[in-house]
C-alpha cells in the first residue's frame, strides 16, 4: 500500500491538505495522500460491503428454480446479478486503496473479513423473497443513500449507482408482498410469518448501539459515515410503518408505537447477544455460506488463470 507524498512536501502539509479537504465536504481520491488509518478503515468497510453484496446473491438464489412463475422468475434473477455487480463495483473500489481482490476473498473465506449479519438466516419460504427486498434492500437504502455522500470518491460514486438498482429491488420485493396480501389467507399468513423472522435481523443491519459502536465516531469525523448506527435504524423504523400498514403487516415488537413528542416511533431493543453470535459465525447459516463462497472460489480457478493468461498474451503481442 502506497501513500502519495510529492518531493519537497512535508507529512504536516499532506495532512492539512487531506483534513481541509473533509472539511470543505469535497472528495478523497485515491491517488491523493491519506492517513493509514482511514485507508484501513475504508478498506475494512468496503470490503465488508463487497462480500454482502456477493454472500447475500445466496438466500434469494434459494429460490431461483422455485419462482412461481417466469416473470417472477426472470425479476429474482435480475436482482441477483445485480447483487453480483454491487460486489464487483465495491471490490474495484476496495483496489483503488491498494487493496488485493484475491486476497479480499481468501480473508472472507477464511473467517478473517465480515459481511452483513443478515445473510446469515435462511430463506424457508417464497414470501422471504419479497420481504428480503422490502425490509433488507430497504434497510440497504436508507443505511447506503448517505455514503453516496461518503468522503472517499469512489465509495461514493459507486453507492449513487447501487442505491438506484437497490430502490427497483426494494420496490419488486414490496409488489411481490402487495400481490400475495391480495391472495388467500394462507398466502397472508406466509407473508406475516416471513416479516416476523426478518423485521429483527433488519434492524440489526445497522450494527450495534451507537455506545457500543468502536468505529462510529472517527467514520463520522472523516465523513466516511455520515449518520450514526442508531440514527439510521429509527430513521428506517420510522419508514417502514407506514409501509406496513398499507401492506396489511406488523412487526413483531410489542414496544413499537408513535412517540408524538420525538415525532418518531419508539421500539424495542434488537436481541444483541443474537448479533453478536451471528457475526461471529454462530448464526444458522453461516457455514453453508462460507461453504458455497468457498467452492465457487475454487471452481473458478481456471478461469482466472485463462484470464490471466489471456492479459498476459496481448501484452506480449501489444
Ligand atoms: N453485520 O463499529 P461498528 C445489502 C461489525 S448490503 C456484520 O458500528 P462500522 C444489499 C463491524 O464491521 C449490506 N458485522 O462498525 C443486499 C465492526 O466489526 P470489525 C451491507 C457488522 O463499520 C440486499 C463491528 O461490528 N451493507 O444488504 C454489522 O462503523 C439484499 C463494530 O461495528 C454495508 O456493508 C452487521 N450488520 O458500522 C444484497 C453498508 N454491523 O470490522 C443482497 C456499509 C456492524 O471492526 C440482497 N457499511 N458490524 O471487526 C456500513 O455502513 C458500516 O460498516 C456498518 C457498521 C453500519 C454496517
Known sequence: MTTSQPAGVSEADLEHLFDRTIADDARIEPRDWMPDGY???????????AHSEIIGMQPEGNWLTRAPSLRRKAILMAKV???????????????????DRVDLTVKLIEGKQKYSSIFNYPTL???????????????????QVPLCRSSFGPY?????????????????GYELLATMMRGTDEQRAMVQESVNRWWWPALMMFGPPDDKSPNTE?????????HTNDELRQRFVDMSMPQAKALG????????????????????????NEFTEVITGNGAANAERIANRRAAHEDGVWVREAAMAFAARNEETN
Not at 446479478?81 to 486503496?97: F, I, K, M, V
Not at 419460504?125 to 443505511?143: F, H, P
Not at 420525538?262 to 434488537?270: A, C, I, K, L, V
Request: with cysteine; charged share 25%; proline share 3%.
Open 125 to 143: 419460504t417464497y414470501a422471504d423473497v419479497g420481504t428480503i427486498g422490502w425490509l433488507v434492500d430497504g434497510a440497504a437504502i436508507c443505511n
Open 249 to 272: 403487516v406488523t412487526f413483531p415488537d410489542p414496544d413499537l408505537a408513535w412517540n408524538e413528542e420525538r415525532g418518531s416511533y419508539d421500539f424495542g431493543e434488537p436481541d444483541w
Open 39 to 49: 485507508r484501513k478503515t475504508l478498506i475494512r468497510q468496503v470490503a465488508q460491503h
Open 81 to 99: 446479478q445485480d447483487e453480483a455487480g454491487h460486489g464487483l463495483y465495491l471490490y474495484s473500489a476496495a483496489e483503488t486503496l491498494g487493496a
Open 218 to 226: 472517527q467514520s463520522m469525523q472523516w465523513k466516511i459515515k455520515r
Open 156 to 172: 461514493a460514486r459507486a453507492m449513487i449507482r447501487v442505491c438506484k438498482e437497490e430502490s427497483f429491488h426494494q420496490r419488486q
